[in-house]
């Protein structure tokens, strides 16, 4: 089932539906299907992804964070990089594993200027 469900993910970040991505996934799906579609996000290296990824930063499940993180890594630009210092500065600093994950992020942005 899930690989169903991921592969319409990544159909509809490819054909640009952004607006029945956020209506039907973003904003009332469970943990795994965030997680699929911060996978499915990496696909496209739109504004509409990068802001779908950003967005799932503030989930409540650490792996869905982890996931968008690395998405962004992929595909995030210098818009993203403002939330990542200041989700970095807000970052427990016991969770050595969100910590090291962003600052991966924001390396890897940088590095592709």
């Not at 993910?9 to 299907?33: P, T």
């Amino acid at each position: 089932m899930f690989g169903s469900t991921e592969e319409k993910m990544k159909k509809l970040v490819k054909r640009g539906k952004w607006e029945k991505i956020k209506n039907k996934y973003l904003y009332s799906s469970g943990a795994d299907e965030l997680c699929m579609l911060a996978r499915a996000c990496s696909q496209s290296n739109t504004d509409d992804s990068v802001n779908v990824l950003v967005a799932l930063l503030n989930a409540t499940d650490q792996r869905v964070v982890l996931e968008a993180l690395k998405s962004l890594g992929v595909v995030g630009t210098d818009h993203a990089v403002a939330n990542l210092q200041l989700m970095y500065q807000e970052a427990d600093p016991s969770n050595k594993e969100l910590k090291t994950a962003i600052q991966t992020t924001l390396n890897k942005i940088r590095s592709r200027k």
